[in-house]
């Protein structure tokens, strides 16, 4: 199993930056792509930066050229580098990881963090 646990939320003024982390513990999977989703009150859970293991980075639309996500396989962690915030960028921020173990393929998210930024 992978378990993920993120940190780095918090409250910003609109233009400032924010750095959130994920660790995922679990030693025998593989992961194939780990990346950041949020969602807003009332919204859809949508994704805002996938790092495919081995592949390519992808970003929404509303975060290019503002958000940046990095990995460090060592230690198995994703960071998601935000600068340039927007108030449109408030919501919940999630991890994900998409790993398989034993030919199996599984999904697992971290429980979220808040992210707030002010106008």
């Known amino acids: 199993q992978v378990r993920l646990v993120e940190s780095g939320g918090g409250l910003v003024q609109s233009g400032g930056s924010l750095r959130l982390s994920c660790a995922a513990s679990g030693s025998s999977e593989h992961i194939v792509s780990m990346g950041w989703y949020r969602q807003a009150p009332g919204k859809q859970r949508d994704l805002v930066a996938l790092?495919?293991?081995?592949?390519?980075?992808n970003y929404a639309d509303a975060v290019k050229g503002r958000f940046t996500i990095s990995r460090d396989n060592a230690k198995r962690t994703i960071n998601l580098q935000m600068n340039s915030l927007r108030p449109e960028d408030t919501a919940v921020y999630y991890c994900?990881?998409?790993?398989?173990?034993?030919?199996?393929?599984?999904?697992?998210w971290g429980q979220g963090t808040q992210v707030t930024v002010s106008s």
């Open positions: 790092d495919i293991t081995g592949g390519d980075t």
């Open positions: 994900n990881a998409l790993y398989t173990d034993e030919g199996n393929t599984y999904d697992s």
